[in-house]
């Protein structure tokens, strides 16, 4: 039997500890970016904002990391890339959209050329997620419930990545 406590255990402040220099690496499933495709999606009555690392691979030559900031109430988003390393060129751009019930976080492929993008990129990324602290109230908001009854239409279809929610 593996024994996890081998490699985890109670960090200070009721923090997860990482044991023996263990480290996190990352590998798929991966999201295929064409025109507005969806990376991720979640509900704005269970999580207000997000953290996430993306790492966007083109070809041989082309590779962006990237970090982002992710808030929504249920009629507003933002979207702040605080952290950008690439061989030069940015790959993708990055939007999000809302519809008083879950924010959506969208992909566009950025331009190569004047004639040309960099559609076809892959995407992976690791995502936090922060609970929403007050129930929403109001309007078509109070619709929302408070289940996990997710709408997962369009999102991570396929080969797409992520979590999905």
Do not use: W
């Not at 009721?14 to 996190?24: A, D, I, P, R």
């Not at 704005?44 to 997000?50: I, L, Q, S």
């Not at 790959?91 to 559609?119: D, F, G, H, M, W």
Request: proline content about 2%; charged content about 15%.
């Amino acid at each position: 039997m593996f024994d996890v406590s081998r490699l985890f255990g109670k960090g200070i402040r009721n923090t997860l500890l990482l044991k023996n220099g263990l480290q996190l690496s990352y590998n798929g499933p991966y999201v295929v970016v064409g025109t507005d495709t969806i990376m991720d999606q979640f509900h704005v009555n269970t999580f207000c904002t997000a953290e996430y690392t993306m790492s966007v691979d083109y070809d041989t030559n082309n590779k962006e990391i990237i970090k982002v900031l992710v808030s929504a109430t249920p009629s507003n988003s933002s979207v702040t890339v605080y952290g950008r390393s690439n061989m030069g060129n940015d790959l993708v751009n990055i939007t999000s959209t809302v519809n008083n019930s879950y924010v959506r976080i969208i992909l566009n492929p950025a331009q190569k050329t004047p004639t040309t993008t960099y559609a076809g990129a892959k995407v992976i990324f690791s995502a936090t997620y922060f609970q929403t602290q007050n129930a929403l109230q109001g309007g078509d908001a109070e619709l929302i419930g408070s289940g996990n009854n997710y709408d997962n239409t369009n999102v991570n279809q396929g080969e797409g990545g992520g979590s999905g929610y």
